[in-house]
């Protein structure tokens, strides 16, 4: 199997239509065609347990998505979990960067410098208004006793850019209010 170029001299969101369908995910950040590999059972099973959490209490204007990736001009990232407003074109490829109000990454070993340094820079600066990330394994930065998982959340600033909302550890609760009202216990979301 020969694997695609690009069109022009970088990747588009409109590349990754002739991809391959080898059960790898392809996303283009920053131009740049990013390959991971497919998700472990306890990634999938904590991201099915937010989506069920998220899914229960989200008001009827929400929809909750897993995999869908975001139109951000030339680049479309997936997250792996959206929540978004608006109308929704259910045959389409992606959801338009303007309708989507949270992306949420669990970090993976293949993903821990997309999830920590480039998707939310790229998230930010697309006007993603709410960024969440969940760490499920050791990090350098864990507080002494932090229970795993830690979900780190953040809203949009002014500039562009994320600022710290919580630190919630397992075994910790926190009712955020964006997008919606929601109370969070990361332990929750464990298998």
């Known amino acids: 199997m020969t694997m695609p170029v690009p069109s022009s001299d970088h990747w588009t969101a409109a590349d990754l239509d002739r991809m391959p369908d080898d059960g790898l995910r392809y ?3 920053n131009g740049q065609l990013v390959v991971n590999a497919v998700p ?7 991201l099915e347990r937010l989506e069920s959490a998220l899914e229960a209490v989200r008001p009827h204007e929400y929809e909750v998505m897993r995999g869908v990736g975001v139109l951000t001009g030339d680049d479309e990232p ?3 979990l959206i929540v978004v407003t608006g109308p929704i074109d259910w045959d389409g490829r992606g959801i338009p960067v303007g309708q989507v109000q949270l992306a ?6 293949s993903t821990t410098l997309q999830d920590r340094m480039v998707k939310p820079v ?3 600066e697309a006007g993603i208004p709410n960024y969440w990330r969940f760490e499920l394994n050791a990090f350098k930065g864990q507080l002494p006793g932090e229970s795993l998982p830690v979900a780190f959340v953040h809203s949009l600033g002014g500039d562009r850019s ?3 909302t919580y630190r919630v550890a397992a075994g910790e ?4 209010r964006a997008p919606f009202e929601f109370t969070l216990d990361p332990v929750s979301l464990l298998p």
């Open 162 to 164: 994320y600022e710290p």
């Open 122 to 124: 790229l998230y930010a």
């Open 27 to 29: 996303e283009v950040l």
């Open 173 to 176: 609760k926190v009712t955020l």
């Open 78 to 80: 997936i997250p792996d």
């Open 40 to 46: 472990t059972p306890r990634h999938q099973r904590v």
């Open 104 to 109: 949420v990454e669990v970090v993976s070993n």
